[in-house]
């Protein structure tokens, strides 16, 4: 039976076997080639990669003195050269090369492989900016493309459902590495955008090596992302790897996580947004009304409104002013034409006839008297002597004459004056002066002279 | 059609400022001091009804909450 004292310790055997390393020679100094492959510098200035080939890989490490003189960066695929020692890590139980120089050895072949695809399509114009489909706001359904086992799924998920659970997700579980991978993916994108109300896709897969990543390299993801009518988030690996995917995706994400946040907003962001709107359009419409009654007091307030007696005063005092101005103006004007009238009647009187006509009417008086003076002295004269006359006249009467007892005759044509007038058997009338005597003539006696001449 | 509060307000600051022009004849100061006085009641009016009804969105927003 083997007691105790026969069993070594982990650190002695771990000891002994870091000794057999170390001592053999063919190890202290070893060339060895292969390709780069999970490159990480640390801050401190290490680098640690692994270096591979189709059937190996072993774990090395390059410290920050070596890495310094390094004259290029060391990246993912790339084929090199180095020189170094092996040991045993005793704290990992694990060996590892230690590096101490390296040289390229061109670049990996799935490095040529990415460059070549990334220029065809570039060329094609698939990465071009103007290809690109905006994103729905608030997307309704998110198809999610990824593995169903992973970090990517569950964190996709969780974010969809922290930030929008109105929005339905399906995912269609895929291969997302190895052989198969691509044309799964393919097919993934192919029956999302058979399904009708579906407006975003996440397309991606969580971390890995370039191996593990290479299915979003391959030129048939590329161009079933490119024909998709869907628009595409793509959400492969690490903030740091890049792609063909990323470049031909409508949006790339550097990480599943950020996707689902791309995708949809954030919903406490969009009540927040909400109740700040309906604050906003509150306090605005409040300020509104508010302001509006300012306006419409300072309106109301304004003196026309206040004494409205101001609109029509004016004119009152207007019509006042007038009438005053129109009674000065008639009295005025009364004033003036009665001094005219004045004036003028008594130029008027100064040249009226009433004197001429007084003066006249003497003068006529004055002659009429004359007249009637005259008359009257004619007239009495004229009485005298008609009188005288009168008398005399008296004294040569026939009259006179016949009372003497003279008498005359009357045949139809007047006095007979001669006996040459009459004819026997005549009537005559005879005139006595106090009678008529109608006698027929017997005969006649011519010659003799009595008579007398009437 | 109804003219808004903001049109029924500018015709009556227009109004005003004709008035306090005092360049308006009798009749047509009179006939502008009604439709002034009829433009204030309706702005008063609409002013009321806007408020109400804010109030009531307020109130029951609130309630919502």
């Known amino acids: 039976m083997s007691s105790a004292a026969n069993y070594l310790t982990v650190s002695a055997l771990t000891r002994y076997i870091k000794r057999k390393f170390d001592a053999d020679p063919y190890l202290r100094k070893v060339y060895v080639k292969g390709e780069l492959s999970n490159v990480k510098y640390h801050s401190n200035g290490h680098i640690y990669f692994?270096?591979?080939?189709?059937?190996?890989?072993?774990?090395?490490?390059?410290?920050?003195?070596?890495?310094?003189?390094?004259s290029f960066r060391a990246e993912e695929g790339m084929n090199v050269f180095v020189t170094g020692d092996i040991s045993v890590y005793e704290n990992a139980g694990n060996y590892q090369f230690y590096a101490k120089t390296m040289e390229p050895d061109g670049v990996g072949a799935l490095f040529v492989a990415y460059e070549q695809l990334k220029q065809k399509l570039e060329k094609e114009g698939l990465f071009s900016p103007t290809r690109k489909q905006p994103l729905p706001p608030l997307p309704r359904h998110i198809g999610v493309i990824t593995?169903?086992?992973?970090?990517?799924?569950?964190?996709i998920l969780t974010t969809l459902e922290r930030r929008f659970p109105l929005a339905k997700v399906t995912v269609i579980p895929t291969l997302v590495q190895g052989p198969g991978a691509a044309p799964a993916i393919v097919k993934a994108i192919e029956r999302m955008n058979e399904v009708p109300d579906v407006d975003v896709l996440i397309v991606g897969r969580g971390g890995g090596s370039i191996e593990d990543l290479w299915a979003?390299?391959?030129?048939?993801?590329?161009?079933?992302?490119?024909?998709?009518?869907?628009?595409?988030?793509?959400?492969?690996?690490h903030e740091t790897d890049t792609t063909i995917a990323d470049f031909v995706a409508d949006l790339r994400a550097p990480t599943p996580t950020a996707a689902a946040e791309l995708a949809v907003p954030d919903q406490l962001q969009l009540l927040q947004n909400i109740r700040s709107f309906s604050d906003r359009?509150?306090?605005?419409?409040?300020?509104?009304?508010?302001?509006?009654?300012?306006?419409?007091q300072r309106v109301k307030q304004s003196a026309v409104f206040q004494d409205a007696s101001r609109l029509y005063r004016p004119f009152?005092?207007?019509?006042?002013?007038?009438?005053?101005?129109?009674?000065?103006?008639?009295?005025?004007?009364?004033?003036?034409?009665?001094?005219?009238?004045?004036?003028?009647?008594?130029?008027?009187?100064?040249?009226?006839?009433v004197e001429r006509i007084q003066r006249a009417q003497q003068q006529i008086d004055t002659i009429r008297q004359r007249i009637l003076y005259s008359?009257?002295?004619?007239?009495?004269?004229?009485?005298?002597?008609?009188?005288?006359?009168?008398?005399?006249?008296?004294?040569?009467?026939?009259?006179?004459?016949?009372?003497?007892?003279?008498l005359y005759a009357e045949k139809e044509h007047g006095v007979v004056k001669t006996i040459e007038e009459i004819q026997p058997k005549d009537t005559l009338q005879l005139h006595f002066y106090d009678g008529t005597a109608t006698v027929q003539v017997q005969s006649l006696e011519k010659g003799g002279n009595h008579g007398t001449d009437i | 059609m109804e003219r808004t509060f903001e049109q029924a307000m500018k015709q009556?600051?227009?109004?005003?400022?004709?008035?306090?022009?005092?360049?308006?004849?009798?009749?047509?100061s009179i006939d502008l001091y009604k439709k002034g006085m009829e433009l204030s009641a309706e702005c008063s009016a609409k002013l009321q009804q806007a408020e109400k009804q804010l109030v009531q969105f307020i109130d029951a927003e609130e309630e919502a909450d």
């Open chain 1, 316 to 353: 009152v005092e207007q019509h006042l002013r007038m009438t005053d101005q129109l009674q000065q103006t008639t009295m005025r004007t009364i004033e003036r034409v009665g001094q005219q009238q004045e004036r003028l009647s008594l130029r008027l009187m100064h040249v009226s006839p």
């Open chain 1, 281 to 296: 359009i509150t306090q605005q419409t409040l300020g509104k009304v508010k302001q509006s009654r300012i306006d419409l």
């Open chain 1, 216 to 237: 979003f390299n391959e030129e048939a993801v590329a161009r079933a992302i490119v024909k998709s009518r869907v628009p595409i988030i793509s959400a492969v690996g």
């Open chain 1, 375 to 406: 008359t009257q002295q004619q007239t009495t004269a004229k009485k005298h002597q008609l009188v005288n006359r009168i008398r005399t006249l008296e004294a040569l009467s026939p009259l006179q004459t016949l009372q003497k007892g003279f």
């Open chain 2, 12 to 28: 009556l600051e227009e109004i005003v400022r004709r008035l306090e022009q005092g360049d308006v004849p009798l009749e047509e």
């Open chain 1, 147 to 155: 593995s169903s086992t992973g970090a990517a799924i569950r964190d």
């Open chain 1, 50 to 70: 692994t270096l591979k080939d189709a059937g190996a890989r072993i774990a090395c490490a390059m410290f920050a003195s070596q890495a310094r003189a390094l």
